[in-house]
Each structure stands twice: as C-alpha cells, then as structure tokens.
C-alpha cells in the first residue's frame, strides 16, 4: 500500500499565502505523477495542479499565477504554495499520485491523502 500524508493547511486571511505538502511512501516503485485538488463544501472536486515524473505541470486556469507546484522526486513529496490566496480558495485539499509498485505489471495506482482544511477568511 501507499500512504500520503498532507502538512499545511490552516486559516489565512485574503491575500495570505500558505505551502502545502504531502509526502508518500510505502510500496512505491515509481511516482508518474503527484499533485493537488480541492473540494469546496457542495462542490465537486477539483484540479488545482498537478506535476509529473518529468516535471510537466498542469494547473487549473484559475489558479495560475498564484499557485506554483513543485516536487521533491528523490523525497517522494510535493508541494503546494499558494499567494493571494481568496475566499474562493477555501477547501479541503487533497494530495494525489498516481504511482506503480513494480517495475513489471505496467499497472498504475491512483492513492488519495486525507485531505487539510484550508479557509481564508479576515
């Protein structure tokens, strides 16, 4: 199995920023890609960014320009460093890999983290 575990999140106030990271471990035999939604209470969830194995990133519309993803390979982490943060922004954010844990079966895993509460509110 694979664990990811989410750090950062918290209450911030409009125009604030905030680094979140995740770490995964376990039976990894190799990460193809990490990264970021969030859901927003009623919502479905959603893109924020994402960063694959080589360093091609994909972020949300919305969020370019204020929020950069970045990813530690040698660590298995990434990070997430959102400024200006809004309102809007208030969510749960989940980590994301997609991860192989062999280097035979072709086989890819979609693993979730518990998600960290982020609010930005004055």
């Known amino acids: 199995q694979v664990q990811l575990v989410e750090s950062g999140g918290g209450l911030v106030q409009p125009g604030g920023s905030l680094r979140l990271s995740c770490a995964a471990s376990g039976s990894i035999f190799n990460i193809y890609a990490m990264g970021w939604y969030r859901q927003a209470p009623g919502k479905q969830r959603e893109l924020v960014a994402t960063?694959?194995?080589?360093?091609?990133?994909n972020n949300a519309d919305s969020k370019k320009g204020r929020f950069t993803i970045s990813r530690d390979y040698a660590k298995n982490t990434v990070d997430l460093q959102m400024n200006s943060l809004k309102p809007k922004d208030t969510a749960v954010y989940y980590c994301y890999a997609e991860v192989s844990r062999d280097g035979w079966s072709g086989l890819k895993y979609a693993y979730w983290g518990q998600g960290t509460q982020v609010t930005v509110s004055s």
């Open positions: 960063i694959t194995s080589g360093s091609s990133r």
